[in-house]
């Protein structure tokens, strides 16, 4: 995108964030922290969070997700451009300093200030050290440049990653609660140049011939030995708050490029062979189908709340089907 397109979609993004929420409006105690139009599509991925990952619906979830983030950005706030996707492996070698992170005012806003902390525990290890637990960046506190620098996080964090210890950041708040605070981000290139790279997208997409295979590795194969995949591979490069947050993570607009851009990996896998691709799923109805559950169908339901109407997985299963009509080039 040239600056001028990626600065109208920004400022689209600024639109929504200063929207009143839709959810405070039908019932404030629904989301109580959801305070903008831009808030509820974060509320509904944290309120849906342990049905949407790992399961048979991580893909069309998150592509019906993203889809109607676009319309809304659309349809409320005027914009005329294509929904942006972050093509990683570009950054992969230095995020900070790209058109991704510079800053600049055609950015997504720049890294985080310096504040000293830990190694991130991004995957949760519980060893000693934790196994991938992301060296601590040059970031780690408030965005200070670029077009999201005076915007203000209102959903209380669910699952922080990052740890500072001079900051108010809690690691326990009420669900969906009102904590305002700045966006921070750290990013990292240790993750990027690890996760992210144009080798680690190819095989992904040329070694894993099945549904299962492809989206298990996708979001990391359960992490283990600390394997990121190229999903968290993208949170993780964001880190920070509320970016470094399982449940939490679309409070950062750089979720919608990252996710637009899982989109797009599988949409290249489905197009290497559409009449098996096309509507292949695999999986359960629960994150890592804990507690055991029923596997996933393509007549399920995607549910996202006061952003849409339900759809069909199999209704989200082709870009140039239904309510789609996209592609990516």
């Given at each position: 995108m040239l600056p001028r397109e990626r600065r109208a979609y920004t400022?689209?993004?600024?639109?929504?964030?200063?929207?009143?929420?839709?959810?405070?409006?039908?019932?404030?105690?629904?989301?109580?922290g959801a305070k903008s139009r831009y808030d509820d599509f974060v509320a509904v991925h944290v309120n849906n969070t342990f049905s949407i990952h790992a399961t048979a619906n991580f893909l069309s979830w998150h592509r019906y997700f993203t889809w109607t983030y676009e319309l809304a950005l659309r349809s409320e706030c005027g914009y005329k451009?294509?929904?942006?996707?972050?093509?990683?492996?570009?950054?992969?070698?230095?995020?900070?300093?790209?058109?991704?992170?510079?800053?600049?005012?055609s950015s997504m806003g720049g890294n985080g200030i310096y504040a000293s902390h830990n190694c991130t525990n991004a995957l949760a290890s519980t060893a000693n050290p934790p196994v991938g637990c992301i060296p601590p960046g040059e970031g780690g506190g408030c965005v200070q440049v670029g077009p999201f620098?005076?915007?203000?996080?209102?959903?209380?964090?669910?699952?922080?990653?990052?740890?500072?210890?001079?900051?108010d950041l809690?690691?326990?708040?009420?669900?969906?609660?009102?904590?305002?605070?700045?966006?921070?981000?750290?990013?990292?290139?240790?993750?990027?140049?690890?996760?992210?790279r144009d080798v680690d997208v190819y095989d992904l997409i040329t070694q894993n011939k099945d549904i299962y295979w492809f989206q298990t590795m996708m979001q990391g194969n359960g992490f283990l030995d600390g394997f990121f995949g190229?999903?968290?591979?993208?949170?993780?490069?964001?880190?920070?708050?509320?970016g470094g947050d399982f449940f939490a993570s679309p409070g950062d607009p750089a979720f919608f490029l990252h996710h637009a851009q899982i989109d797009r990996v599988w949409w290249v896998w489905q197009n290497q062979d559409l009449p098996n691709?096309?509507?292949a799923i695999s999986g359960t109805i629960t994150?890592?189908?804990?507690?055991?559950?029923?596997?996933?169908?393509?007549?399920?339901?995607?549910?996202?709340?006061?952003?849409?109407?339900?759809?069909?997985?199999?209704?989200?299963?082709?870009?140039?089907?239904?309510?789609?009509?996209?592609?990516?080039?």
């Amino acid at each position: 995108m040239l600056p001028r397109e990626r600065r109208a979609y920004t400022n689209a993004v600024l639109c929504l964030m200063g929207k009143p929420s839709r959810l405070a409006a039908l019932d404030p105690s629904l989301a109580p922290g959801a305070k903008s139009r831009y808030d509820d599509f974060v509320a509904v991925h944290v309120n849906n969070t342990f049905s949407i990952h790992a399961t048979a619906n991580f893909l069309s979830w998150h592509r019906y997700f993203t889809w109607t983030y676009e319309l809304a950005l659309r349809s409320e706030c005027g914009y005329k451009g294509a929904q942006p996707y972050w093509n990683w492996a570009i950054t992969a070698l230095d995020p900070i300093n790209s058109p991704m992170f510079d800053g600049s005012p055609s950015s997504m806003g720049g890294n985080g200030i310096y504040a000293s902390h830990n190694c991130t525990n991004a995957l949760a290890s519980t060893a000693n050290p934790p196994v991938g637990c992301i060296p601590p960046g040059e970031g780690g506190g408030c965005v200070q440049v670029g077009p999201f620098k005076n915007i203000t996080v209102n959903i209380a964090p669910v699952a922080p990653s990052l740890r500072i210890p001079e900051s108010d950041l809690p690691t326990t708040k009420p669900f969906l609660s009102y904590f305002p605070r700045c966006l921070r981000r750290d990013v990292s290139p240790w993750v990027s140049s690890n996760w992210t790279r144009d080798v680690d997208v190819y095989d992904l997409i040329t070694q894993n011939k099945d549904i299962y295979w492809f989206q298990t590795m996708m979001q990391g194969n359960g992490f283990l030995d600390g394997f990121f995949g190229v999903h968290a591979g993208g949170h993780y490069t964001i880190g920070g708050d509320p970016g470094g947050d399982f449940f939490a993570s679309p409070g950062d607009p750089a979720f919608f490029l990252h996710h637009a851009q899982i989109d797009r990996v599988w949409w290249v896998w489905q197009n290497q062979d559409l009449p098996n691709r096309q509507n292949a799923i695999s999986g359960t109805i629960t994150l890592f189908d804990v507690p055991p559950s029923r596997n996933g169908t393509l007549d399920d339901l995607l549910d996202i709340g006061i952003l849409g109407d339900p759809l069909a997985i199999r209704g989200a299963m082709n870009t140039l089907g239904g309510k789609f009509c996209y592609i990516y080039v």
